[in-house]
């Protein structure tokens, strides 16, 4: 494994600064921002996956996991709990998948008014996200648990604070700095600030900006033929 070495620490940039130890509570806010844009689709959308309320259910049964094996600030003893943060993240990254195939074949083919499906695009869009500022916070580093650990391993995306010398002496990323990347990915269907240095980084980023456009170009051209 690629560690940062000991001469990136003396820098004054954060490539190589172990991260201070994050509350879980921010994540758990997030997760629960996510089951409620979910819960607020309309039935058609989530009809996929089965029950309304399983999904919601079974990442709620997760958090109460999390909650009650780690409640406080995230260790590093606690990183073989980082599967069930994976675990709830995939879960909610599959049922907006499917939610986002429901709604691209509602408003492709549906003889209906569109309205009520454009604005659901807006909570699933926002899942979006979500999701994939979660994945980028869990798996950047080897996840918070062993970004606080001396001898981490090179990071997976290049944030500005970690480029310029003496800018911020200290500085480590949060989920915020995840989800801001997430956010500007969705929206401009690119990086922008924040570059991945990583393969999968790469690849993730690109299946959000795939996942994005699609909803957008869809979601525009339905509303172009509404208003006319």
């Given at each position: 494994?690629?560690r ?25 806010l ?17 009809q ?12 709620g ?7 009650v ?6 260790s ?9 943060g994976?675990?709830?993240?995939a ?16 408003l ?15 909570p ?44 911020s ?15 500007t990915n ?14 999968w ?8 900006s ?7 170009a ?11």
């Amino acid at each position: 494994m690629d560690r940062a070495g000991p001469q990136a620490r003396d820098d004054s940039v954060a490539w190589g600064i172990p991260s201070h130890g994050e509350p879980r509570w921010p994540a758990l806010l997030a997760v629960v921002v996510a089951i409620a844009l979910q819960l607020s689709l309309p039935d058609r959308l989530i009809q996929g996956l089965g029950n309304r309320w399983l999904i919601p259910a079974l990442e709620g049964a997760l958090i109460v996991v999390l909650l009650v094996t780690n409640p406080g600030q995230i260790s590093k003893e606690q990183a073989r709990l980082r599967v069930v943060g994976v675990v709830l993240i995939a879960i909610i990254t599959v049922a907006n998948v499917v939610s986002l195939t429901e709604l691209i074949r509602a408003l492709i083919y549906s003889t209906t008014s569109g309205r009520p499906l454009i604005y659901a695009s807006v909570p699933v869009w926002m899942t979006n996200v979500i999701a994939f500022g979660l994945w980028y916070w869990e798996l950047d580093r080897g996840g918070p648990a062993l970004r606080q650990m001396a001898q981490h391993r090179r990071p997976d995306f290049l944030f500005p604070q970690m480029s310029v010398a003496g800018s911020s002496p200290g500085w480590a990323p949060s989920l915020l700095d995840y989800l801001y990347t997430s956010f500007t990915n969705a929206t401009a269907f690119s990086p922008t600030d924040t570059m991945p240095l990583t393969a999968w980084a790469k690849l993730l980023m690109m299946l959000q900006s795939l996942a994005s456009l699609v909803t957008v170009a869809v979601v525009v051209s339905r509303a172009v033929n509404i208003l006319r």
